[in-house]
């Protein structure tokens, strides 16, 4: 008889358990994560002659980021990030140009939309500065650099998947609105724009 009950209990008890579980998993208040994007868009070149070798690239490049959850479906962020390079050597001379932006924002994580308790759709909004710095080496000038900054916003879709507890990948969809450079090169033409990118991270704390 005590078999019996023994096993009512067992059988019971293991789907809350699992419930239990499922649902701790999907809370991620307490957690945060040190993440790094690859972008996927973009254009990418680079030549090589008599005169001298250069390299450009348009889009996200990468990005390095901090996530900190606050609560089961928001979290606070902070990122920095490589939108454009441009790069050069001729005759000497060596020009370098990039645009890096510093964002603090936040994401929302709906429990509602979760896939699986382990695969967490998201937005996200973030804004702060979009820094152009140029520098020049070589020459008559010798060397100078120029940094000049104009404030924007960066709105973003994707998805996190917890593949364990300590390790993530993400997909991810943006768009960056950019102010007006001052200081007009091939990187801040159309410093604005659309991109995607692909990113693992590594986390710690919360449940």
Same mark, same amino acid.
Request: glycine share 14%.
């Given at each position: ?23 701790? /998993?999907? $809370? ?10 690859? %972008? ?24 390095? +980021? ?10 606070? /962020? ?5 939108? +454009?390079?441009?790069?050069?050597? *001729? ?7 990039? *645009?890096?932006?510093?964002?603090? +924002?936040?994401?929302? $994580?709906?429990? #509602? ?11 996200? *909004? #973030? #804004? ?26 960066? $709105?973003?879709? +994707? ?18 609105? *950019?102010?007006?450079? $001052?200081?007009?090169?091939?990187? /801040?033409?159309?410093?604005? %724009?659309?991109?995607?990118?692909? !990113? ?5 704390? !919360?449940?």
């Amino acid at each position: 008889m005590r078999v019996k009950h023994l096993g009512l209990l067992i059988a019971l008890g293991v789907p809350v358990a699992a419930r239990a579980q499922a649902t701790d /998993t999907l $809370s991620l208040t307490g957690r945060s994560s040190i993440n790094i994007g690859i %972008g996927l868009t973009g254009q990418r070149t680079a030549n090589v002659g008599l005169a001298g070798v250069g390299t450009h690239t348009t889009g996200e490049v990468g990005s390095f +980021g901090f996530v900190h959850w606050i609560h089961p479906e928001v979290a606070v /962020t902070i990122t920095a990030a490589a939108l +454009g390079t441009d790069a050069n050597v *001729v005759g000497g001379e060596s020009h370098s140009a990039a *645009v890096t932006p510093i964002l603090f +924002g936040a994401s929302y $994580s709906p429990l #509602a939309l979760a896939i699986t308790p382990t695969i967490r759709p998201y937005v996200s *909004v #973030a #804004a702060g500065p979009y820094f152009h710095t140029i520098a020049d080496a070589g020459g008559i000038s010798g060397e100078t650099t120029t940094v000049e900054s104009v404030g924007g916003v960066r $709105s973003a879709v +994707g998805a996190n998947w917890f593949v364990s507890r300590h390790f993530l990948v993400s997909v991810e969809g943006d768009y960056h609105a *950019v102010g007006h450079f $001052s200081h007009e090169d091939v990187l /801040t033409q159309k410093p604005s %724009g659309f991109g995607m990118s692909f !990113g693992f991270g590594f986390a710690w704390g !919360g449940r």
